[in-house]
């Protein structure tokens, strides 16, 4: 079955990048899909992050995308995410999924990975 | 501030019947598919419902859910202590081509 695992650091410093990587196993993300973020600041909602499919097309939250890219690298079979000038704000379980579409939309995110929580502090 | 609007909160006694409602617009839920996803504590988000009122394969059908207009609804018959948890909507916006969740709701079985 589809299994997708988050890794990175997991303490960022204020005003500097986190990032992230997801993998992939039990599906080729060449396959099809979007594969996307979404995150969750402690005690929070969910908040979309961006979702990219293995072509290299995006999607991105509005209120994210000054600071927000996500990268596909079909030969390790994983994507990323990379969040520039980070504050506090940005503390939260980082969880990635693969997203069906049609068309142009995104329909559901199944599976999730485990999540990982990224703190930001000096 | 979500663009979806979910009850923060919901109870029910073991063996009853709750309802979540998702409000949104024309724009999200009017004209597209509406998930929901199950948060256990601790846990990473579980799809619970796609399209609308579809059941992932190994969910019980005391789950369901249903779509009228701009709202969708998340139902759940004979609930069990192992239903406590955080409850979420999400749809794609075609207005800001971006998807969107529901604040969350927490179900507790009293």
């Known amino acids: 079955q589809v299994q997708l695992q988050e890794s990175g650091p997991g303490l960022v410093k204020p005003s500097e990048t986190l990032s992230l990587t997801c993998a992939v196993s039990g599906y080729s993300i060449s396959s099809g899909y979007y594969w996307g973020w979404i995150r969750q600041p402690p005690g929070k909602g969910l908040e979309w992050i961006g979702s990219i499919y293995h072509s290299g097309s995006t999607y991105y939250n509005p209120s994210l995308k000054s600071r927000v890219t996500i990268s596909v690298d079909t030969s390790k079979n994983q994507f990323s995410l990379k969040l520039d000038s980070v504050t506090a704000a940005d503390t939260a379980v980082y969880y990635c999924?693969?997203?069906?579409?049609?068309?142009?939309?995104?329909?559901?995110?199944?599976?999730w990975g485990q999540g990982t929580l990224v703190t930001v502090s000096s | 501030q979500s663009v979806l609007t979910q009850p923060p909160s919901v109870s029910a006694a073991p063996g009853q019947k709750v309802t979540i409602s998702c409000s949104g617009s024309s724009s999200n839920i009017g004209n597209n598919y509406v998930s929901w996803y199950q948060q256990l504590p601790g846990t990473a988000p579980k799809l619970l419902i796609y399209d609308n009122s579809k059941r992932p394969s190994g969910i019980p059908d005391r789950f369901s859910g249903s779509k009228s207009g701009t709202s969708a609804t998340l139902g759940i018959t004979g609930l069990q202590t192992g239903d406590e948890a955080d409850y979420y909507c999400g749809t794609w916006d075609s207005s800001l081509s971006a998807w969107v969740f529901g604040g969350g709701t927490k179900l507790t079985v009293l």
């Open positions: 999924a693969r997203v069906p579409h049609r068309g142009a939309s995104l329909v559901w995110f199944d599976p």
